[in-house]
């Protein structure tokens, strides 16, 4: 005998600080955030809270660029092209997904962001990176 | 901390769909095997430690349903729930209680029913605002890792599908494995389906509803009970940054297998694992995996990997055999996959492995791999 059921989950969480500047940026500046580290002199993307490798709260808020490097990619059938890619003035990547066909992309190639005309403080406001025309590499 | 060992295992017969039993039968079913094969009774179990990942199931509190089935009525039971390492995780927990004095026999037990419930699901509701919506899920998150891999140490598709065929061939010889196939071919592996560039069908692990246990008794009770108990040597684990893009080069990388398996060599003296390791039940939820490992490991230098694999070096009948149970591509029930490392090691020093027995094996290494890069290593011996 088997039972068959869905259930559906509410939930409601709060951003935090860190986290509720980073979607306010993303939301009304079409900005990118990220944090840096003095201590481990690593500058991290998106903003957050406290520096995950040395634990330290004393991290600065930056404005990152909305150029990026490919670090690497892949392309999943039916559900499209997702990355790690690397703001420009970060040292760390963020997953976001692939503007384009697989094609178009190799690691190293310089990409741009693209947000979203209606924007509602979510990740999503940053639709994905496509690749940058006006780079050589 | 005093001494302790592994002196019976058991595992269900691990497939796609166990709709015969419910979690609780299903728990009861390693349960049972392990405790025949310690040859003890349920009244002899102190304690119990259970591994399982609560939302892939749908259900939250598994100990509550769970619990009767792993004989858990009155006695201490802790749940450890850390991803792939849960299941490493919760032996290593189960071995400080009976090292430590605490308990003098616990009973370990992991187990994951995938078809009842939606893995991707489970996997979506970790971090709420930087990865849900934008995330590719794991088998993503792998194949991002996988390029880098590939670009940066030139491992090829074809030595990571003689992984894949090295795991189905051992397989065959495992009882309690999902999928076997002694005769898969290199062909077989790159031409199944692509499931996220570069990675395909057959180079994944599957989604595998089983359990598997394991008893670990202090040295008094396991010298008593066990003439040949598998003793815990040493055991590592270590978390990592929590978000995917801090990890740089994660897969390649993989500082905390290398410092877990760094920790747990220095203190039993192995400095060279090659030689030294008879045999290593590894955490490998992908081909790739398993080859950038093997580097992680030191079984060989930075970008010899291929090489291994091709030179049939962690072949059952190679310097050092790697999953001769055939691994996690063959069966992975991700609560329990961590426990079947261990207990696959610990059954190759009791000398209870049946047809993939690896001859005159004294010392093992099991490892875990959990979320985005945590790990877990033990190394198992024939003397305390
Ligand atoms: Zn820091």
Redesign the interface.
């Known amino acids: 005998m088997m039972r068959e059921e869905s259930i559906r989950i509410p939930f409601r969480f709060a951003a935090g600080r860190a986290g509720s500047r980073m979607l306010a940026a993303l939301r009304d500046d079409k900005q990118i955030l990220g944090s840096h580290c003095p201590v481990c002199v690593r500058t991290l993307a998106p903003a957050r809270p406290f520096c995950p490798e040395c634990g330290g709260e004393n991290l600065k808020t930056v404005e990152l660029g909305s150029g990026a490097v490919l670090v690497s990619w892949t392309d999943m059938p039916g559900r499209g092209l997702f990355a790690l890619v690397r703001p420009d003035g970060a040292d760390t990547a963020m997953i976001h997904k692939l503007l384009g066909q697989s094609g178009d992309f190799h690691i190293g190639a310089r990409l741009r962001a693209v947000f979203a005309a209606e924007r509602r403080g979510h990740i999503a406001d940053l639709q994905g990176f496509e690749p940058d025309p006006g780079s050589a590499a | 901390m005093r001494p302790a060992a592994i002196i019976g295992t058991g595992q269900t017969d691990h497939g796609r769909c166990r709709?015969d039993v419910s979690q609780p039968e299903l728990i009861r079913e390693a349960a049972n095997r392990a405790l025949a094969d310690a040859d003890i009774s349920p009244a002899d179990v102190d304690a119990v430690v259970l591994a399982n990942m609560e939302m892939f199931e749908?259900r939250a509190l598994p100990e509550l349903w769970v619990g009767e089935g792993a004989f858990a009525n009155r006695k201490p039971c802790l749940k450890v729930a850390t991803g792939g390492t849960s299941g490493t995780s919760s032996c290593i927990a189960g071995f400080h209680q009976a090292a430590s004095g605490l308990f003098d026999v616990v009973l370990v037990i992991g187990f994951e029913k995938h078809s009842e419930g939606h893995t991707q699901t489970g996997m979506a509701l970790t971090d709420?605002?930087?990865?849900r919506?934008?995330?590719?899920g794991a088998?993503?998150?792998f194949?991002?890792?996988?390029?880098?891999y590939m670009?940066e140490r030139g491992v090829t598709r074809e030595q990571a599908a003689r992984v894949a065929v090295k795991s189905r061939r051992n397989a065959a010889m495992n009882p309690h494995a999902h999928l076997k196939d002694a005769n898969a071919t290199i062909e077989d592996v790159m031409s199944s389906r692509?499931?996220?560039?570069?990675?395909r069908l057959m180079d994944m692990c599957p989604q595998s509803d089983g359990a598997a246990a394991i008893v670990i008794a202090s040295a008094e009770h396991a010298a008593k009970l066990c003439s040949r108990p598998a003793w815990i040597k040493a055991a590592a684990t270590r978390h990592e940054?929590?978000?995917?893009?801090?990890i740089?080069r994660r897969l390649l990388t993989m500082r905390t297998l290398r410092d877990a398996a760094q920790s747990v060599y220095a203190r039993t003296g192995i400095r060279e694992p090659l030689k030294q390791l008879d045999v290593a039940e590894i955490y490998e939820p992908v081909t790739y995996a398993e080859l950038a490992w093997y580097e992680v490991l030191g079984f060989c230098a930075e970008g010899e990997a291929g090489r291994l694999i091709e030179d049939g070096i962690t072949e059952m009948g190679g310097e050092l055999p790697v999953n001769p149970s055939g691994g996690v591509l063959c069966a992975n029930p991700v609560g329990a996959t961590g426990v079947i490392r261990v207990a696959e090691a610990a059954a190759q020093i009791l000398r209870r492995a049946g047809a993939h027995q690896i001859d005159g094996a004294r010392t093992a290494l099991a490892t875990g791999y959990g979320v985005y890069a945590w790990a877990d290593a033990l190394i198992l011996g024939s003397t305390p």
């Open positions: 709709d749908g709420p605002f930087w990865d919506g934008v995330a590719s088998l993503g998150n194949a991002l890792s996988i390029s880098q670009a692509v499931l996220a560039h570069p990675v940054q929590p978000y995917i893009g801090d740089d």
